[in-house]
């Protein structure tokens, strides 16, 4: 992309969008396209078509979605599949009838079976069972790549899919509801500190495994692969390693400086037992993350005390 390109970052309020955004600054980009959901609302079609046909974007990554954490997905499953499906088919169809050069649609490592084989390859999409907790959500996600790679085979479209395990930062959602288990664990383990409380609650058994990657590395990715690639097959963005929700919650504690006691609830959902993605094929590119895990949560934690506690 040259540094004067006009690039639209759809969900650029969000955790993902925003760290586009820091990292298109950081290179040098001038001409970086932003909306407020007050300013422009993704699920209206009409209103997308406006705003492509107005501000011709030529390079577009699709960060806005309807995302949230285990119960919120469990709780409020219509959401998650609608709004997805509607900003998905309005900024998708638009980029391609906007002539945009090149989109990158995000995903997320939900869209792979339950009980797919670690670490998950990308061709193991469709290949068993979703995981029920956020099969809307995952439902969803695999229409956008679908999308992505019909107008790529029907119309010849430079749009691409990329599908990131799960993310943490600064500017992510800290409320206990609907956050992700990296931020709500932050969250409940400083709010222990500073109560004085004996004990933090942890949702579910402590056993599952996830992969956690800094969203300043999937930024950096998102960069990366709307240079380096143009192919259907939705890659996986990761680290590589995952840890069980239990050493996570031990990391937390240390990083925190708590000394108080973790409690289990196993009448809280696991959701699926381990989400570790399979990153050669965008190693083979030449990219890999390069944010250790503990760096980047004792980072968030200060965003946290200084922006949310
Ligand atoms: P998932 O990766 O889609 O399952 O989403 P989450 O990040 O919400 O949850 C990951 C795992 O962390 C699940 O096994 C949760 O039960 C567990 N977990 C433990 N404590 C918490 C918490 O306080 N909030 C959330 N969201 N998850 C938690």
């Given amino acids: 992309m040259p540094l004067d390109a006009r690039i639209f970052v759809a969900g650029h309020r969000g955790l993902v969008g925003s760290a586009i955004v820091r990292a298109l600054e950081r290179q040098g980009y001038r001409n970086v396209l932003t909306r407020t959901r007050a300013e422009l609302d993704l699920r209206s079609e009409p209103d997308v078509d406006d705003f492509f046909s107005s501000e011709r974007p030529e ?26 499906l509607e900003i ?25 079976p339950r009980l797919a084989p670690q670490p998950i390859k990308e061709e193991y999409l469709l290949t068993g069972p979703l995981e029920p907790t956020n099969q809307p959500y995952a439902i969803a996600k695999i229409a956008g790549i ?3 790679n019909s107008y790529r085979r029907q119309y010849g479209a430079h749009f691409i899919s990329a599908m990131p395990t799960n993310l943490y930062g ?7 509801e609907t956050s992700h288990v990296l931020a709500a664990l932050l969250r409940k383990t400083h709010e222990a500190k500073v109560n004085g409380s004996p004990t ?22 998102s960069l990366f692969l709307l240079d380096h690639y143009d192919d259907a097959v939705p890659i996986n963005v990761g680290i590589g390693e995952d840890i069980s929700i239990r050493e996570l919650a031990e990391l937390i504690k240390n990083v925190v400086g708590y000394q108080g006691d973790l409690v289990f609830d196993p009448r809280k ?24 895990l503990r760096t980047g949560i004792e980072q968030t934690y200060e965003w946290f005390v200084q922006n949310m506690a």
């Fill in 59 to 84: 390079y577009v990554y699709l960060a806005a979605a309807k995302v949230g954490g285990i119960w919120a997905n469990n709780t409020y499953p219509v959401d998650f599949i609608q709004e997805n």
């Fill in 88 to 112: 998905e088919l309005n900024v998708i169809r638009a980029a391609h009838e906007h002539g945009v050069k090149k989109l990158l649609f995000l995903g997320s490592s939900c869209i792979y």
């Fill in 146 to 148: 679908e999308l992505v």
């Fill in 170 to 176: 600064p500017g992510d959602n800290f409320d206990l």
């Fill in 200 to 221: 933090v609650q942890v949702w579910g058994t402590g056993n599952p495994r996830r992969e956690f990657l800094h969203v300043d590395d999937l930024a950096e990715a």
């Fill in 269 to 292: 959902p696991d959701g699926m037992p381990r989400k570790l993605l399979d990153v050669n094929r965008i190693r083979a590119l030449g990219w890999s993350a390069r944010i250790p």
